[in-house]
């Protein structure tokens, strides 16, 4: 099989990011994705944060990211808001934090390293660039089930305490990153719900 190589997005990837986002994200609306626009809004005010996961030919992963400062990040915001509405019209040249919008693998290629590849390149261009970490909003997807038994607060605990696993939260903090608090009313991503876990990762620790 074909070594997962990652790549800097170009054009030609497009439609079948398109197509991957509506594979990776079935309880957005469509209005949510990211549409050929978005991705070409990326690649102007960011090339270098924007990256595709292949293995051979075949798109397997996205990540897109861009800069921010942390006045920005730190205080509660909606997805929609931070990201621009899709535009990434929030990035700042001299951000000197890395903002984590999207990152996403095809549900076929799951469990085969994409993530970590992925999140090790994210982890690459905030040492070349000399950035203080990543800020990400996480989704909690495992949330739901304990909605009738517990606050989101009382389960972001009980998954940093590693008592409860959240299939996105948790690997995230394999990967070193901190819960620095909940977004409420971050995305509303249909079933999943609509709160998020403001998560860090800071160059210097790891």
């Given at each position: 099989?074909?070594t997962?190589?990652?790549?800097?997005?170009?054009?030609d990837?497009i439609?079948?990011l398109?197509?991957h986002q509506?594979?990776?994200?079935?309880t957005?609306?469509?209005e949510?994705?990211?549409?050929?626009?978005?991705?070409?809004?990326?690649?102007?005010v960011?090339?270098?944060?924007?990256?595709?996961a292949?293995?051979?030919?075949?798109?397997?992963?996205?990540?897109s990211?861009?800069r921010?400062?942390?006045?920005?990040?730190?205080?509660?915001?909606t997805f929609?808001?931070i990201?621009?509405f899709?535009?990434f019209?929030?990035h700042?040249?001299?951000g000197?934090?890395?903002?984590?919008?999207?990152?996403s693998?095809?549900?076929n290629?799951?469990?085969m390293?994409?993530a970590?590849?992925?999140?090790?390149?994210?982890?690459?261009?905030?040492?070349?660039?000399?950035l203080?970490?990543?800020?990400?909003?996480?989704?909690?997807?495992?949330y739901?089930?304990?909605?009738?038994?517990?606050?989101?607060?009382a389960?972001?605990a009980?998954?940093?305490?590693?008592?409860?696993?959240d299939?996105?939260l948790?690997?995230?903090?394999?990967?070193?990153f901190?819960?620095?608090g909940?977004?409420h009313?971050?995305?509303?991503?249909?079933?999943?719900?609509?709160?998020?876990?403001?998560i860090?990762?800071?160059?210097?620790?790891?």
């Open positions: 099989m074909s997962i190589t990652i790549i800097t997005l170009n054009h990837h439609p079948a398109m197509e509506r594979l990776c994200f079935p957005l609306a469509p949510d994705l990211f549409g050929a626009d978005h991705f070409a809004a990326h690649m102007q960011f090339p270098e944060g924007q990256q595709v292949l293995l051979g030919a075949t798109v397997v992963g996205e990540s990211t861009f921010i400062s942390g006045s920005r990040v730190f205080i509660h915001h929609s808001e990201i621009g899709g535009y019209s929030e700042d040249a001299q000197e934090w890395l903002y984590g919008a999207d990152m693998v095809h549900p290629y799951r469990r390293g994409v970590r590849a992925l999140y090790d390149a994210r982890k690459e261009l905030i040492r070349r660039l000399e203080r970490g990543m800020v990400a909003g996480g989704m909690l997807p495992g739901p089930r304990y909605r009738d038994q517990m606050s989101v607060e389960y972001v009980e998954v940093v305490a590693g008592r409860l696993s299939p996105t948790t690997p995230q903090l394999r990967n070193g901190r819960v620095h909940v977004l009313d971050h995305l509303h991503a249909g079933e999943l719900g609509t709160d998020a876990a403001l860090v990762w800071e160059a210097g620790e790891c």
